[in-house]
């Protein structure tokens, strides 16, 4: 990195040689920002994860500029020449499919990337899923986890359910439609059915949904039902008086045992005999 700070006096807007990252609606094209629609106008170029859905803002607003494609996969090849274009002076807008670049989509690589190249990163702040779904739960907001899309590796999902079950902080997680059964299934089996919860379905859409109240009413409303959308997840943190440290420790141990290589049946037998709990009462805290 070269910079020790950035220049704060800022000329007119879009500067040569500066990257922008740039925030776009996550539904309601509406919501796109003034400051946004000119940089993506006057910009040199746009380098958006879906050519197609960048389009969709530009027609609406009647813009036009050059637009790349940049996603996760030729995100390696593309990073080197769009800072070799912004070294060289232009100025280069980066753009999701939704939302904030950088928070679960490519926009992160390259803002590491031209950072430590040098170059003036500059955020055009937009909609982001994440805070829409945080505060419209209106569940505590000052403080909190976002956890991003839980990893698909059972155990290092695990590790992070337990870590969501003990937290004292909401925390947010983003899902895929397909995938928000076991996910509720999942929050059920480590925070219990009385856990508040809200899932944020199509916000800021003409069908946004707003489910509550708690993980087992949530559950019973998606029963029966075709899950379409897109979705995000916010879980009431824990409250203080709530927590059990001795059973979220054993609930460790019996993760750490299952990562070592017992199986869990084994687990819960030694954690038993060292605790004087039942094997029951431990095997089923998983
Ligand atoms: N960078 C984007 C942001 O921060 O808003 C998120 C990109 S991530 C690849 C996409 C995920 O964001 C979706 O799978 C979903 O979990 C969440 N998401 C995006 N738009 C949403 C919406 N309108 N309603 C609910 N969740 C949304």
Redesign the pocket.
């Known amino acids: 990195m070269n910079n020790i700070s950035l220049l704060t006096h800022r000329k007119e807007e879009p500067e040569d040689g500066i990257l922008y990252i740039v925030g776009t609606p996550?539904?309601n094209l509406n919501d796109i920002s003034q400051r946004a629609l000119n940089i993506l106008k006057n910009v040199s170029l746009v380098a958006c994860e879906d050519t197609r859905q960048t389009k969709k803002i530009m027609n609406k607003f009647n813009i036009s500029n050059k637009l790349i494609s940049f996603n996760k996969h030729n995100s390696s090849t593309k990073i080197p020449k769009l800072i070799q274009d912004l070294k060289a002076g232009k100025s280069i807008a980066i753009v999701?499919?939704?939302?904030?670049?950088?928070?679960?989509?490519p926009g992160e690589d390259i803002a590491r990337n031209a950072k430590s190249a040098g170059i003036d990163l500059i955020c055009v702040s937009g909609?982001?899923?994440?805070l829409?779904?945080l505060v419209s739960s209106g569940l505590p907001s000052s403080s909190f986890v976002f956890e991003g899309f839980l990893p698909k590796k059972q155990i290092d999902r695990e590790k992070i359910l337990l870590e969501i079950s003990k937290n004292q902080k909401t925390t947010i997680i983003?899902?895929?439609p397909k995938r928000l059964r076991k996910l509720l299934k999942e929050l059920f089996e480590f925070c219990g059915g009385d856990r508040e919860i809200m899932v944020?379905?199509?916000?800021?859409?003409k069908f946004e949904e707003h489910v509550g109240n708690n993980i087992k009413e949530v559950i019973e409303f998606f029963k029966d039902k075709d899950i379409v959308?897109?979705?995000?997840v916010v879980v009431k943190g824990i409250k203080n008086r709530d927590f059990n440290p001795d059973k979220f420790l054993i609930k460790k141990d019996l993760h750490d045992l299952r990562n070592a290589g017992l199986s869990l049946s084994a687990a819960s037998k030694y954690l038993a005999k060292r605790t004087g709990l039942k094997k029951s009462e431990i095997y089923n805290m998983i």
């Open positions: 996550i539904g999701s499919d939704a939302g904030m670049p950088g928070i679960c989509d909609p982001c899923a994440a829409t779904a983003y899902e895929s944020g379905r199509e916000l800021t859409k959308g897109e979705i995000t």
